[in-house]
């Protein structure tokens, strides 16, 4: 059973670009969250889709935002990078919402100079 | 809101001892606990989960953790600590009776095990 995969696994952009990151939950799963991940904040919880809507948002500028297709993927996209956007991009996917398992992709690495 | 706690940034330990990686977590409602591990520039590996039932839960990789609520503690241990499970141990938290799964996860614990 293939699990979460996330593309690119590293991404290099300028700042002022804008960046989508991908992710193909486990087959079945229909909740897809993504979290950032950086030294100094820790993981901190980006969003989460299911049935093609957000369900759960956290405290990211507007400039994150994210999307799901019907058949589960996600993406999420970044605009108007900047330095600070520099982190490990993760994404979790689960079988339903109040699921109680959650598997992680190896993540994107996103390096904004 | 919920939160949680990992008051060690790094826990050492030579192998074969037990290791022990601690959490306390703040949550109003019965809480989800969860443990994962991350290796370096990979995402996080599911160890174990608490959700209900009983207060010993065990995992992956010989990782067993307590559910104490008293305490509001979920710590993390291992009876005989390997050189491989030197990694970066995150405790995370969500409270189940929301209808969707945000977790809150700890500042990590780096574990170093020492031949």
């Known amino acids: 059973k293939a699990g979460v995969t996330q593309t690119p696994r590293y991404l290099i952009k300028t700042r002022g670009q804008q960046v989508t990151l991908s992710c193909s939950p486990i087959?079945?799963?229909?909740?897809v969250s993504w979290y950032q991940q950086t030294p100094g904040q820790g993981l901190q919880f980006l969003f989460e889709y299911f049935s093609e809507t957000q369900r759960n948002k956290g405290n990211f500028p507007g400039r994150f935002s994210g999307r799901q297709f019907s058949n589960s993927r996600s993406e999420m996209n970044v605009s108007t990078l900047e330095l600070g956007d520099s982190a490990l991009y993760l994404c979790?996917?689960?079988?339903?919402?109040?699921?109680?398992?959650?598997?992680f992709g190896s993540g994107t690495r996103l390096t904004v100079v | 809101a919920q939160s949680v706690a990992q008051p060690e940034d790094q826990v050492n330990v030579a192998e074969g001892n037990p290791l022990t990686v601690k959490c306390t977590y703040s949550v109003s409602g019965n809480p989800y606990l969860f443990w994962y591990v991350q290796y370096p520039n990979r995402g996080l590996q599911f160890l174990l989960k608490?959700?209900?039932?009983?207060?010993l839960v065990k995992g992956s990789y010989g990782f067993e953790a307590e559910f104490n609520k008293s305490q509001t503690s979920f710590h993390l241990k291992k009876p005989s600590a390997l050189v491989s499970d030197s990694a970066l141990y995150f405790c995370a938290v969500r409270r189940s009776t929301d209808s969707w799964g945000k977790l809150q996860f700890g500042a990590g614990t780096q574990v170093v095990v020492t031949p």
């Open positions: 087959s079945g799963h229909r909740s």
């Open positions: 608490y959700i209900t039932g009983d207060n």
């Open positions: 979790a996917s689960s079988l339903a919402p109040q699921g109680d398992g959650y598997t």
